[in-house]
């Protein structure tokens, strides 16, 4: 089956920018989905398509996809970006949407 | 104002059975995908299950397929989910999500509070 793997945790001082990563293999031929999770509440969507933001979603997050790997990348990243973020993606070789383990942001 | 409210969830024996429902409000209920996502305590997502807007085509996760079923009701707005035969691993928190789209490959751009299922004897 189809996997995705994401760092469990990344840090990043506020004001700065985020990477959070996630691979699979050929995940360039797929669209990526990102959603972030604060504590205690329901996922969000942030970016759709690779590198789409919906509306509502600040300028400050974006992403890219080639080759094996995607990144969300947080610019000017604030406090209140600390959450869990979670990568997606299509594998329609076996119709299943596959999600990324998650990395925890720390604003620090 | 797009909204989903889950009900359902509870605690069951193992091998027992539950049925979740999404309730559905704000927007053309038949025209978008939707799906089921679970997340065990402390854990990540977990994708279950998928129905098209027209309700034709499903799709299931691997670890719950031949137990579960999803369905849709578009004269009541509510989506379903069936869980038969449920086992102590399929505990966690159940979601339902509006996909951007009618068809399956579409993001989950809209999420409900979810629903806690717990499976313990």
């Known amino acids: 089956s189809y996997e995705l793997t994401q760092p469990p945790s990344v840090s990043v001082s506020p004001g700065q920018t985020a990477s959070i990563p996630c691979s699979g293999d050929?995940?360039?031929?797929?669209?990526v989905c990102w959603y972030h999770q604060k504590p205690g509440q329901s996922p969000v969507l942030v970016i759709y398509?690779?590198?789409k933001r919906p509306s509502g979603i600040p300028e400050r997050f974006s992403g890219s996809n080639s080759g094996n790997t995607a990144t969300l990348t947080i610019s000017g990243t604030q406090a209140m970006d600390e959450a869990d973020y979670f990568c997606?993606?299509?594998?329609?070789?076996?119709?299943?949407?596959?999600f990324g383990g998650g990395t925890k942001l720390a604003v620090l | 104002e797009v909204q989903l409210l889950e009900s359902g969830g509870g605690l069951v024996q193992p091998g027992g059975s539950l049925r979740l429902s999404c309730a559905a409000s704000?927007?053309?209920?038949?025209?978008?995908?939707m799906s089921w996502v679970r997340q065990a305590p402390g854990k990540g997502l977990e994708w279950v299950s998928a129905?098209?807007?027209?309700?034709?085509?499903?799709f299931y996760a691997d670890s719950v397929k031949g137990r579960f079923t999803i369905s849709r009701d578009t004269s009541k707005n509510t989506l379903f989910l069936q869980m038969n035969s449920l086992r102590a691993d399929d505990t966690a928190v159940y979601y339902c999500?509006?996909?951007?789209?009618?068809?399956?490959?579409?993001?989950?751009?809209?999420w409900g509070q979810g629903t806690m299922v717990t499976v313990s004897s």
């Open positions: 997606q993606a299509w594998d329609s070789s076996t119709a299943n949407w596959v």
């Open positions: 050929k995940l360039g031929d797929k669209y």
């Open positions: 398509q690779d590198s």
């Open positions: 129905v098209s807007g027209s309700g034709g085509t499903t």
């Open positions: 999500a509006k996909q951007t789209r009618g068809y399956l490959e579409s993001a989950f751009g809209i």
């Open positions: 704000g927007f053309t209920f038949s025209s978008y995908a």
